[in-house]
Nanobody
Framework: VQLQASGGGLVQAGGSLRLSCAAS????????LAWFRQALGKEREFVAA???????YYADSVKGRFAISRDNAKNTVYLQMNSLQPEDTAVYYC?????????????????WGQGTQVTVSS
């Protein structure tokens, strides 16, 4: 499966963005999906995951502010990001693993999108 992330941009603190990750090549319904992010000079970190059957996980740092969802009919996974803060600034990547119920470990994912930049100004 090929993953294509989009929706990043520049937003002021307190604002919102919605990231999309469109899949092609195979039905997204077979995959567990996740969002990770990597800030400049830092390691890639887990943000949110949604399993093949809909189980959802969030990093503590985004609970209550971010929401992951999937639309299998559109072959797309979303990340709604609200109350954005400067520390959310990073390149955001979507990732997938066949038949997965979701994981916060980046080495559990076989497929990665190209990343989309999110910049939050103070």
């Amino acid at each position: 499966v090929q993953l294509q992330a989009s929706g990043g941009g520049l937003v002021q603190a307190g604002g919102s963005l919605r990231l999309s990750c469109a899949a092609s090549g195979r039905p997204l319904s077979r995959y567990g999906l996740a969002w990770f992010r990597q800030a400049l000079g830092k390691e890639r970190e887990f943000v949110a995951a949604i399993g093949r059957t809909g189980t959802i996980y969030y990093a503590d740092s985004v609970k209550g502010r971010f929401a992951i969802s999937r639309d299998n009919a559109k072959n797309t996974v979303y990340l709604q990001m609200n109350s954005l803060q400067p520390e959310d600034t990073a390149v955001y990547y979507c990732a997938g693993r066949l038949y997965s119920e979701g994981s916060g470990q980046h080495d559990q994912y076989d497929y990665w999108g190209q990343g989309t930049q999110v910049t939050v100004s103070s």
